[in-house]
T-cell receptor, first 113, second 115 residues
């Protein structure tokens, strides 16, 4: 079945450091891929998405590129801030099915000043 | 303001109680979802409703009973729960659950504790 695997956390970085959170997926067909972020005490918010191979999603300085050949959708940011501290979820949505989102286990990011 | 509102935000209930979680969306969406978020586990999809019809029940125990009276409202009725059911329950909505490339919008969740 479809699945998403994220790198284990927590990830601890200093402010202005470069961030990479790895995400790989297994899916039949051509899923859409998403990154969601969950700040403390809140629900999930969409951070970015990509709907086909080689698409790059970007938002708030975060980027991720849909790589079909490596079945990956790694999240990157060039310079993190303390306010980026949150839990990040990679997810896929299977077209033609119920469209349900399948999430990775989440990666906690802590950015220290 | 995410457009998806869940009440209550926190709930403590005994194993013999009956309670309900409520979700309301003002986004004009046609699909609504219940997810369970437990510590150190991936988000688990519980139920999917599309145009008020249940399209998915992810092998959820019968002590959880969903209800979708219209496209804007979704309930989760709880009875005789177990302590392991303690978790954050998240509601989400999207335009149409058959369209896999549209994002879901989430509420802030109900933190449920079963004692």
């Amino acid at each position: 079945g479809n699945s998403v695997t994220q790198m284990e956390g927590p990830v601890t970085l200093s402010e202005e450091a470069f961030l990479t959170i790895n995400c790989t997926y297994t899916a039949t067909g051509y899923p859409s891929l998403f990154w969601y972020v969950q700040y403390p005490g809140e629900g999930l918010q969409l951070l970015l998405k990509a709907t086909k191979a080689d698409d790059k999603g970007s938002n708030k300085g975060f980027e991720a590129t849909y790589r079909k050949e490596t079945t990956s959708f790694h999240l990157e940011k060039g310079s993190v801030q303390v306010s980026d501290s949150a839990v990040y979820f990679c997810a896929l949505s299977d077209r033609g099915n119920t469209g349900k989102l399948i999430f990775g286990q989440g990666t906690t990011l802590q950015v220290k000043p | 303001e995410t457009g998806v509102t869940q009440t209550p935000r926190h709930l403590v209930m005994g194993m013999t109680n009956k309670k309900s979680l409520k979700c309301e969306q003002h986004l004009g969406h046609n699909a609504m979802y219940w997810y369970k978020q437990s510590a150190k586990k991936p988000l688990e999809l519980m139920f999917v409703y599309n145009f008020k019809e249940q399209t998915e029940n992810n092998s959820v125990p019968s002590r959880f009973s969903p209800e979708c009276p219209n496209s804007s409202h979704l309930f989760l009725h709880l009875h005789t729960l177990q302590p392991e059911d303690s978790a954050l329950y998240l509601c989400a909505s999207s335009q149409d659950s058959r369209q896999g490339n549209t994002e879901a919008f989430f509420g802030q969740g109900t933190r449920l504790t079963v004692v």
